[in-house]
T-cell receptor
Framework: KAGVTQTPRYLIKTRGQQVTLSCSPI?????VSWYQQTPGQGLQFLFE???????NKGNFPGRFSGRQFSNSRSEMNVSTLELGDSALYLC?????????????FGQGTRLTVV | GENVEQHPSTLSVQEGDSAVIKCTYS??????FPWYKQELGKGPQLIID?????GEKKDQRIAVTLNKTAKHFSLHITETQPEDSAVYFC????????????FGGGTRVLVKP
């Protein structure tokens, strides 16, 4: 079956703008988590959505937000972009939420802020 | 919160040799430890995982061991091949925080033919 699909693959934005990234999880999966990957900070957890509810949130400013739709697709939004927001944004799909749940990643969206 | 340390940061091995990557974690409540392989331009791929009630797990040429007392776990790749060259990440999850994974810093593995 199809894997995790993230769109777009690449984005270039200007400081101060906002951006919306999209993630379609594996069919039947109800949990979507978002991560930021940078050379300096590595992979950092942003937030998780399960059944349209935010389940958990990482240590990121309020400029980073997300939501999940009834079909489990998720979007994340970053407002007032800063140069430091340049990163690979990864979405992970899981069947459920809770202990020892496997997570499968998409290919990511490469965001460059200029 | 959880903290995961991963060593080494880079590892160069000759084709056919074994590679070992080690991780330590800080939160004794962690009970799920996946390993991911990330190739250039791609997202992390789940290659193997281990749960806290198991000490070792094998899948063909890869194996993972877990020592809950010492709070460390390791990835072993035997008979390495050039296609094993990638960045490998360990992670830990305690389940109480949903599906949140805390990742190690990554190990860049280069397999020389």
């Amino acid at each position: 079956k199809a894997g995790v699909t993230q769109t777009p693959r690449y984005l270039i934005k200007t400081r101060g703008q906002q951006v919306t990234l999209s993630c379609s999880p594996i069919s039947g999966h109800r949990s979507v988590s978002w991560y930021q990957q940078t050379p300096g900070q590595g992979l950092q957890f942003l937030f998780e959505y399960f059944s349209e509810t935010q389940r958990n949130k990482g240590n990121f400013p309020g400029r980073f937000s997300g939501r999940q739709f009834s079909n489990s697709r998720s979007e994340m939004n970053v407002s007032t972009l800063e140069l430091g927001d340049s990163a690979l944004y990864l979405c992970a799909s899981s069947y459920r939420t809770g202990p020892d749940t496997e997570a499968f990643f998409g290919q990511g969206t490469r965001l460059t802020v200029v | 919160g959880e903290n995961v340390e991963q060593h080494p940061s880079t590892l160069s091995v000759q084709e056919g040799d074994s590679a070992v990557i080690k991780c330590t974690y800080s939160d004794s409540a962690s009970n799920y430890f996946p390993w991911y392989k990330q190739e250039l331009g791609k997202g992390p791929q789940l290659i193997i995982d281990i749960r806290s009630n198991v000490g070792e797990k094998k899948d063909q040429r890869i194996a993972v061991t877990l020592n809950k007392t010492a709070k460390h776990f390791s990835l072993h790749i035997t008979e390495t091949q050039p296609e094993d060259s990638a960045v490998y990440f360990c992670a830990a999850s305690d389940g109480a925080a949903g599906n949140k994974l805390t990742f190690g810093g990554g190990t860049r593995v280069l397999v020389k033919p």
